[in-house]
């Protein structure tokens, strides 16, 4: 839940606003990747002003079985009996059992998600029953343009795909990091970190290809000498223990590891830092902390294999896109970043918020209530008996 309650908030104003209301219904908020950085106003009880329930509480999801998880959403949607169902994605049990639902009622369904064909590859079996889940489905609210090539791929019609999903709470980075910097000297103590320096943030896992970046700043640094950035690496995973034997068996001077920390703590980072770097390989279906250090006013450098990066990066005005799989790029992108003059640097970071500022909550509001106005006279059922039969049998990979 960590970027859904600041847009779930948004969305709930908006709706209340036009005589609507919106029901939250959760599997579970127990294990997800993201509970090292929960915020603060977590849990159901904070939030008054919308009706939430959680179905497993204090269960894990993997320790759920689909049957009975999808069962129990089930019960759940044939009591609050809504007009419009928003679900995630329908690889995943509750957009594929929010799909069956929303037919077999006859109901308008959106689905919320932001896959691309390039991140997965999928066998032609898999490839069909999608397109034929997809032929079940009234709006699907993704990303951006960029990402629409995808849906119309699975079947659904350019004037059912709405824009808007992955944005975060501008305003929270913006005033964090604002914050961090009229306080700068006490947070570079704080978190005793050496200025200026490069910052990856997030999990290290091999999409992230945080190794690449590691092997292009070993190169930035023999260049650039004693002038050279340091390199921040704020987050865990499994890869963690690998890149740090790594540095140690190389000896690479400059390259710091920091754990995850909360968002706030993030605009501490974002306020020190030159630049954000993002070096995902396919995968990276978006790239949210790219919003992040946007919203904070720092130039980036993101692979062009990262789903933001031909809608966040205009190359040359607020920082610079790169292939991840080509080490002297990644490390001519550093070199590049670095030699930026302050001038310029200030150019950059006032360009990030702009850009940014067009991807921020009312974007996803705009976009979820464009779905819903498409979807909610829907009144139709399952397209044919096959896909009927297909709908009750998924339950998602």
Same mark, same amino acid.
């Given at each position: 839940?960590?970027?859904?309650?600041?847009?779930?908030?948004?969305?709930?104003?908006?709706?209340?606003?036009?005589?609507?209301?919106? @029901?939250?219904?959760?599997?579970?908020s127990t294990g997800t990747v993201y509970s090292f950085a929960e915020c603060e106003t977590e849990g159901t009880d904070k939030f008054p002003e919308i009706e939430w329930y959680e179905l497993f509480p204090g269960e894990k999801l993997p320790?759920?079985?689909?049957?009975?998880?999808?069962?129990?959403?089930w019960r759940k949607l044939e009591e609050l009996s809504p007009d419009v169902v928003l679900a995630g994605a329908i690889a995943f049990i509750a957009g594929a059992t929010a799909v069956r639902w929303g037919r077999f009622r006859r109901r308008g369904v959106t689905i919320l998600d932001n896959s691309r064909l390039e991140d997965v590859p999928r066998p032609e079996w898999v490839e069909w029953v999608k397109k034929r889940i997809y032929r079940n489905v009234d709006a699907v609210l993704t990303p951006a343009p960029s990402h629409a090539p995808s849906y119309a791929h699975w079947g659904i019609?350019?004037?059912?795909?709405?824009?808007?999903? =992955?944005?975060?709470? =501008?305003?929270?980075?913006?005033? +964090? %990091?604002?914050?961090?910097?009229?306080?700068?000297?006490? @947070?570079?103590?704080? $978190?005793?970190?050496?200025?200026?320096f490069f910052l990856g943030v997030g999990r290290q896992v091999a999409k992230k290809n945080w190794m690449g970046l590691l092997a292009a700043y070993e190169?930035?640094?023999?260049?650039?000498?004693? =002038?050279?950035?340091?390199?921040?690496? @704020?987050?865990?995973?499994?890869?963690?223990?690998?890149?740090?034997?790594?540095?140690?068996?190389?000896?690479?001077? +400059?390259?710091?590891?920091?754990?995850?920390?909360? /968002?706030?703590?993030?605009?501490?980072?974002?306020?020190?830092?030159r630049c954000l770097i993002?070096?995902?390989?396919?995968?990276?279906?978006?790239?949210? @902390?790219?919003n992040e250090a946007m919203a904070s006013g720092l130039p980036v450098l993101v692979s062009r294999q990262c789903g933001c990066s031909s809608v966040?990066?205009?190359?040359?005005?607020?920082?610079?896109?790169? !292939?991840? +799989? =080509?080490?002297?790029?990644?490390?001519?992108?550093?070199?590049?970043?670095?030699?930026?003059? !302050?001038?310029?640097?200030? /150019?950059? %970071?006032?360009?990030?918020?702009?850009?940014?500022?067009?991807?921020? $909550?009312?974007?996803?509001?705009?976009?979820?209530?464009?779905?819903?106005?498409?979807?909610?006279?829907?009144?139709?059922?399952?397209?044919?008996?096959?896909?009927?039969?297909?709908?009750?049998?998924?339950?998602?990979?």
């Open positions: 839940m960590l970027y859904w309650i600041p847009r779930l908030r948004a969305l709930a104003q908006a709706l209340r606003a036009r005589g609507d209301e919106l @029901v939250v219904v959760e599997l579970t320790s759920v079985p689909p049957k009975r998880a999808s069962a129990v959403l019609r350019p004037d059912r795909i709405f824009y808007g999903l =992955n944005v975060v709470d =501008n305003a929270f980075f913006e005033a +964090g %990091s604002r914050k961090a910097r009229g306080e700068l000297e006490a @947070v570079r103590s704080r $978190l005793n970190l050496r200025c200026p190169r930035y640094r023999l260049k650039a000498g004693e =002038n050279a950035w340091d390199l921040v690496l @704020v987050g865990d995973g499994e890869e963690h223990p690998q890149l740090e034997r790594w540095v140690q068996e190389r000896g690479l001077a +400059g390259v710091r590891f920091d754990p995850f920390c909360t /968002q706030a703590e993030v605009c501490s980072y974002h306020a020190l830092a993002l070096p995902s390989f396919y995968g990276e279906t978006w790239g949210l @902390v790219v966040l990066v205009r190359e040359g005005e607020n920082g610079w896109t790169f !292939d991840p +799989g =080509n080490g002297k790029e990644m490390t001519d992108a550093l070199e590049r970043m670095a030699g930026v003059s !302050d001038e310029k640097w200030g /150019q950059m %970071s006032e360009r990030s918020r702009q850009i940014v500022s067009e991807w921020g $909550l009312d974007r996803f509001t705009q976009g979820v209530l464009e779905a819903i106005d498409a979807c909610r006279e829907v009144r139709r059922g399952p397209v044919s008996w096959l896909d009927a039969c297909i709908l009750w049998m998924w339950n998602g990979r």
